[in-house]
């Protein structure tokens, strides 16, 4: 090989090398980065909070109960207070609790096929309603004068007091209203009523702009009739009164007595757990559950992703790395025959 071609093959494996070398370089780059990728995935993977599922301890309390005659009362708050009524009685504590108590409500009843008919006049009764066998009768024909609570009009004005007050916005109300506020005794023509078969006097519109009068559903048997009627009705109420309320050494209530009352009422407690809040917290737990292991699976699959790019990477490098061996063995091939080359035309010249 001349000097000429050795030299000019050297210096293209140089060129090869200055490639192999710098390519090299680029991939130990983008493995750095690939690096610093999967670190981060890494760091956000232990960052990730793992959801805990809810303990049923967490949603269960100590509710206290005590018995007052044949009702069982519910406490639902005992709070720390200092009170000294006029009596010089001192108090230790505010209790809320629920009672069953009865009120006088004033209440709606829906009949579906009330099948309304108007049987016309003769020449010896007059025109009236039925609502299916019932027969009613206007409340303008009732006596006003006898107004005693026992009295049929004491009776029915009480009952149509509080479904005014209770149920305002029907034409029950408006015309009752009109009546006892204004005077106007023809409001009492619109309003019929009859006994039901609970003994329940029920008041119904002739006619209103509801849709749920005597005259509405007569002519469209589908409508439903609104009546009204009312009664005592049995509900929990929520009250809070001062008391004395004494604790065991474990801290447990055992007795109270409540403001202005001299009683003391032996406290029961049980172990009561919100099924609800805890059902409500389980259903949030597996929906965090099902998130925290659709980002574990993507996390994971980045990663995989990741390694696949990194083998390969990996394996293009040690293919440069054989190529660059390569590439230097016969560099020093070539260097050893432009050695050669130089000494034998130098010794030309040599005495």
Same mark, same amino acid.
């Given at each position: ?72 009362? &519910? ?57 299916? /066998? ?75 702009? &509801? ?117 230097? /063995? ?22």
């Amino acid at each position: 090989m001349g000097m000429a071609a050795s030299q000019a093959r050297w210096i293209s494996l140089a060129a090869r090398k200055t490639n192999v070398e710098y390519e090299g370089q680029q991939i130990n780059q983008a493995r750095t980065a690939l690096a610093n990728e999967s670190s981060q995935l890494w760091n956000e993977l232990y960052n990730m909070e793992v959801p805990t599922a809810p303990s049923t301890t967490e949603f269960t309390k100590t509710q206290y109960t005590f018995e007052n005659g044949d009702t069982t009362q &519910t406490i639902s708050e005992i709070q720390p207070a200092e009170y000294t009524d006029i009596d010089g009685i001192n108090y230790n504590s505010y209790v809320t609790y629920y009672t069953k108590v009865s009120e006088y409500t004033g209440i709606r009843n829906t009949n579906s096929n009330p099948q309304v008919q108007y049987i016309a006049a003769t020449a010896t009764d007059p025109g009236y309603y039925m609502v299916g /066998t019932r027969k009613l009768s206007c409340l303008n024909t009732v006596d006003r004068t006898n107004t005693s609570e026992t009295g049929d009009w004491g009776t029915y004005s009480a009952q149509l007091d509080q479904i005014a007050l209770d149920w305002p916005n029907t034409q029950v109300a408006k015309d009752w209203t009109n009546f006892k506020t204004n005077g106007d005794v023809t409001a009492l023509d619109n309003i019929y009523f009859w006994s039901d078969n609970s003994s329940h006097v029920n008041f119904a519109s002739q006619n209103a702009t &509801t849709g749920d009068s005597l005259e509405e559903c007569r002519a469209d048997s589908l409508l439903a009739l609104h009546s009204y009627y009312a009664d005592y009705q049995t509900a929990n109420k929520e009250l809070s009164k001062y008391g004395i309320v004494e604790y065991d050494p474990s801290g447990r209530a055992t007795s109270l007595q409540l403001e202005g009352s001299s009683v003391v009422y032996a406290l029961e407690a049980t172990s009561v757990t919100d099924e609800n809040a805890y059902n409500d917290a389980m259903n949030n737990y597996n929906y965090q559950q099902q998130v925290y292991e659709k980002k574990v699976q993507d996390i994971n699959a980045k990663t995989e992703k990741i390694q696949t790019e990194d083998r390969t990477l990996e394996l293009r490098l040690k293919a440069l790395d054989t190529e660059q061996n390569a590439l230097q /063995t016969e560099m020093d091939a070539v260097h050893k025959i432009i050695s050669k080359n130089i000494e034998s035309t130098f010794k030309t010249f040599s005495s």
